[in-house]
């Protein structure tokens, strides 16, 4: 089976999110399996070409009303793999500082085009490449525009007469809605632009048009594929995901168990496990220190790692901040994003000295630390397509209080049912995200040998690539 995996970010290259983690670890584990995969992606600016390959051909890519562009490209290597990953070169489109916005955090005013550019230059690369693939795995609206094309201006090319298309959803927000000027670089014709395919409120959007024309479509916990059909959870797509839910299917991701053990983690002060787990006693007292707070093993200790996104319940983490500090607790958060989070956050660190810490930026190392020496991990989320850290947390010995939606849900198993692996909340409300918290600390003290069981027991579940990478194959399958 050839697959052609186009994704707008793969991790270690590029990142901004979960999609990045799915697109480096799912290709390797897909050959793994015995597939032949080959990944692309942009080549950004911050992408070090020096460990890459320059490929003396140039693509060029029909733009539709812009003409023909002409893109570079370089190969390499996913880490620890024979995986080939492909970065299309365009300094005009990708030699930025950024993925998708300005370091103001505003999108690039050009991104449809941007991402149109991407996915046609993918389907390019592959013919030059004499690479058929049977499938082509499109992810997020970026590339939405593979299947679309796929159906309608490729639909009579004999090359990809076997292609079927994949299309994952990592997250609904974002949908790609442009001007829709964009039909005309994008180039599939008018016809096409109606409320059943790529027209929402006479724009394009993207992702609407890569979900009525892909031959299967998934999304990154069954929860999720549920609630993407609802008011609540549909961003406005509910009623066309709906109509074509006859191919829709939910995959958990799996969680890179390589980078995220604490059996072996490098970053931690002491390696530990289920039958070793003083080590955790050790990496507390080493997160306490670097955070300046009191170093003592039995006071609660509560982390938080995270976009500071309105989508991570920060705002319902703020409302209940002060009140939740007034209890013997410590609290740990690391995370960037929204301005007033960050200041309001960073700010508190002050007020709160020895009982809280906050850490604002991207730091790798600090999240493993603070998923080692945290006692419970606080995922309050207004939805969560998969989500990572409460897996992570899992194996790290550190329960997680969610809540009960996405993949959250479908991970979590509510402490003291039979399996319980941590703590639900269901109602987004500060009571609710308030009154679970104190719950899971009250148990932290009072119950210690329940929490342990239940902190041993999510020690040993593994929620490993390889389970979910059959699934993708037989979605794969049944699509060919
Ligand atoms: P999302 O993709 O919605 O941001 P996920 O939970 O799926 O959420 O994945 C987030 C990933 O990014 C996790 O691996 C998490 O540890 C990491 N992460 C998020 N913010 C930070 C940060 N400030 N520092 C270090 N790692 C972070």
Request: charged letters at 25%.
């Amino acid at each position: 089976m050839n697959i052609l995996f186009v994704s707008s970010e793969v991790t270690p290259f590029a990142k901004t999110g979960g999609l990045a983690d799915v697109s480096g670890a799912l290709p390797k584990a897909l050959k793994k399996l015995g597939v032949d995969i080959k990944v692309v992606m942009p080549r950004y600016y911050a992408i070090n070409r020096e460990s890459l390959e320059r490929l003396p051909i140039s693509l060029g890519v029909d733009m539709g009303s812009l003409g023909e562009v002409w893109a570079g490209v370089y190969k390499g290597y996913l880490p620890d793999s024979e995986v080939e990953i492909y970065f299309i070169e365009h300094e005009g489109f990708y030699g930025r500082s950024g993925l998708y916005t300005d370091e103001h955090r505003n999108g690039y005013s050009d991104n449809d085009i941007r991402f149109i550019f991407l996915s046609k230059a993918a389907l390019v690369l592959s013919k030059a490449l004499h690479f058929k693939p049977d499938i082509i795995h499109a992810n997020d609206w970026h590339t939405a525009s593979i299947p679309i094309l796929l159906k309608t201006t490729l639909k009579n090319d004999p090359f990809f007469d076997k292609s079927r298309s994949i299309l994952t959803i990592h997250n609904l927000q974002h949908q790609g809605v442009f001007h829709k000027r964009a039909m005309e670089i994008l180039g599939v014709g008018w016809e096409h632009f109606n409320p059943f395919e790529l027209e929402a409120l006479d724009n394009v959007n993207f992702l609407k048009g890569g979900i009525a024309f892909c031959d299967a479509l998934t999304t990154v916990s069954k929860k999720y594929a549920k609630e993407i059909q609802t008011r609540e959870f549909g961003f406005g797509l509910e009623d066309h995901i709906r109509a074509n839910a006859y191919k829709l299917f939910g995959i958990l991701n799996g969680v890179d168990y390589d980078e995220w053990d604490p059996s072996k983690d490098r970053y931690l002060a002491k390696n530990y496990d289920v039958d070793s787990i003083e080590g955790k006693a050790v990496c507390k007292e080493d997160i306490q220190r670097f955070f300046n707070l009191k170093i003592d093993k039995d006071i609660p200790l509560l982390g938080f790692i995270g976009r500071f996104a309105e989508q991570k319940g920060i705002v319902l983490l703020a409302s209940i901040f002060e009140k939740l500090m007034q209890n013997e607790i410590q609290f740990i958060i690391l995370g960037s994003g929204e301005k007033w989070a960050e200041s309001f956050f960073g700010g508190m660190s002050a007020k709160y000295k020895g009982k809280f810490g906050s850490f604002i930026g991207y730091n790798n190392e600090l999240a493993h630390k603070i998923e080692a020496g945290c006692d419970l991990f606080l995922m309050p989320s207004l939805f969560e397509p998969c989500g990572l850290n409460q897996i992570y947390s899992l194996r790290y010995g550190t329960l997680p209080i969610v809540r009960a939606t996405g993949g959250l849900d479908d991970t979590i198993i509510n402490y003291p049912e039979k399996n319980s692996n941590g703590f639900k909340f269901w109602d987004a409300t500060p009571e609710a995200l308030y009154n679970t918290t104190l719950w899971a600390v009250d148990i932290f003290k009072n119950e210690k040998r329940g929490f342990l069981e239940a902190l041993k027991r999510g020690m040993r579940e593994r929620f490993s690539w390889m389970e979910s990478t059959k699934e993708y194959l037989k979605v794969y399958r049944s699509v060919i």
